[in-house]
Each structure stands twice: as C-alpha cells, then as structure tokens.
C-alpha cells in the first residue's frame, strides 16, 4: 500500500528502539449521529497475548497495512490487506499476531438500527443481517471504495466519508450474500507461511513475482502453495498480487504527478495497455479519470 503502510513501519520500528509493550491508537476520521470511522494502528506482535474485545455494534474493518488473525463466533481468518473484518453487535472477539508484528484498518462502526435501514432502502431482505462469517476477502467490486478509503486516511481530511460508509456497508451486505460456501479452516502452519507471503507481496508489489518465485519462498511446490494461499485469504496468490499493485497505483495516480507509464511500471506493469485494461476493471475507471477525480475531491 506504499503510504499507507509507512506509519505502521515507523511505529513498529519505535516500539522496537524503545522495548515498549504492544498497543492500539484509534485516530477518528469523521462520525455522524449513527456512524463513525476511525484510522486503528496495532503495534501487537507474536510474544504479545491476545485479548477478547466485544463489538459494540456493526463493525466493517478495511485491512489496509500488516496481517492478523481474527477471531469470533463466525469464524477464524487471516486477515490481509485488501480484506474486510466483519463484526455482529455484542459479538465477542479476539485479534493476534502470532505470525507477524502490527497491522493497520480503516474501521466504519454502525449503529444496529441504522445498518438495518441501510440495508431495506437497499432493498436488501429484511430479517437477521447479522454476519455469517468473519471476513471478505479481497474482492474487484470493493476495491474502489478501498482506494478511497485509504486516500481519506491519509489526507486526514473530509474524503466523503459519510457517503463511504453508506456506500460500504451496502456494498459488503451485498458480498457476503453472494459468498454462499463456507471458507474451509487452514492450519496454523498454512497461517504463518500465507502470512510471509502477504508481506512480501505489500512491502514490494511491483517486483517480479510469479508463483514459482513466491512459492519458494513459502518453502512449498507451486500446486500446494496455490491452494493454500486462496484456503487462507480467499482469492490467488495473482489476484492478490494484482489488486496489491492496482490499489498501489492508485494512490500514487492521486498523490504523484509522475506519467501513468512510469507509474504502470514503477508497480509491476509491463505494458501500459494492460495497466489500463486492469485499472479500468478493477475502479471503472481509466487512470487518468481517477486521478482528476480524487484530485477534485481534495479541493
């Protein structure tokens, strides 16, 4: 996430110089009467003990830095940028870092009865819309507001959020319906060597990876790496690799003025036709648009 992930680093480097404890901060970024979001940076690590939390009411979570696991009453996950952490009111659960240190979210909290009309003046079905499971995985549909999410964060300013939290939790209602299959359980072996490559991939997206490459560092064959990488996050080590690189790009179209060329191949694009082809795939948008419009909303 380029960005993004700076400030964990640098916590995670102080807490390191200076043989602190782990800890959370929770930075709000804007609230409403029902609503609210806040920037949450962990600096727990594998020696730290997890505790259990209880959601107060709904919580969806954006991982946009580091990688944890979650626990609750829907589940267990490893929970990787990209991904969504679902959470019912009065739920109880627990997150650890018994793979790697600190993570980073982008956290929308709803009060229970503003989430339901949410969902009805979405013409979602009424009844229970509490969560059947702990996480999203990385999905197309919700990267645009991903990228949005994380542009808010670090301008520390008015990103529209209130419109983003509408929008998010619509969105996510609308995902988790259409994930019928339950996620199969992993190992905490297959946790620990996903976990690795997960950061591998974040901390340098536009490198040359392939599946042969990030297999071998996971120390698997390429067959059982593929299928448990996509047990453990829910999608392909190349999907993951690509949404990394196109959510990569797209802060840097809105932050840097660099050509679109550069910034293709500077995170992993060989051809700019293809940057563009999956760029208007994953945001429905062309570069170019994307950049006028999240220059727009900052004036």
């Not at 339901?116 to 079905?125: H, V």
């Not at 974040?202 to 047990?231: I, K, N």
Request: with cysteine; charged share 20%; aromatic share 8%.
């Amino acid at each position: 996430m380029g960005k993004i992930a700076v400030t964990l680093q640098q916590a995670l480097a102080q807490r390191a110089r200076e043989g602190t404890r782990g800890g959370t901060h929770a930075r709000p970024l804007a609230q409403g009467a029902s609503w609210a979001v806040a920037d949450i940076l962990c600096t727990f690590g594998p020696r730290d003990q997890p505790f259990e939390e209880r959601h107060a009411g709904v919580c969806i979570a954006i991982v946009v830095a580091g990688s944890f696991g979650y626990r609750s009453a829907t589940g267990r996950a490893l929970l990787t940028p990209g991904a969504l952490l679902l959470g019912n009111p009065g739920d109880c659960f627990e997150c650890g870092h018994r793979h790697a240190p600190g993570d980073r979210c982008i956290a929308f909290h709803y009060a229970s009865a503003y989430f339901e009309r949410l969902a009805a003046d979405a013409g979602i079905a009424g009844g229970d819309l509490n969560f059947r499971r702990a996480r999203i995985p990385s999905l197309p549909a919700l990267s645009p507001l991903i990228a949005r999410a994380c542009a808010g964060a670090l301008d520390a300013g008015d990103a529209g959020w209130e419109e983003l939290a509408v929008e998010l939790a619509v969105s996510t209602l609308k995902a988790a319906g259409a994930l019928t299959r339950a996620e199969p359980a992993a190992s905490a072996a297959a946790w620990s060597r996903v976990a690795q490559t997960v950061r591998l991939i974040d901390d340098t997206p536009g490198a040359a990876h392939t599946l042969t490459s990030l297999a071998a560092a996971a120390g698997l064959s390429e067959f059982y790496f593929l299928r448990t990488f996509q047990r453990v996050t829910g999608v392909t080590p190349h999907q993951y690799l690509l949404r990394a690189r196109l959510r990569a790009a797209a802060l840097r179209l809105r932050d840097d003025n660099a050509k679109v060329v550069d910034i293709a191949l500077d995170c992993g694009f060989n051809d700019l036709s293809n940057f563009n082809h999956a760029f208007r795939a994953e945001f429905a948008s062309s570069p170019l648009a994307w950049r006028a419009r999240g220059r727009a909303r900052r004036t």
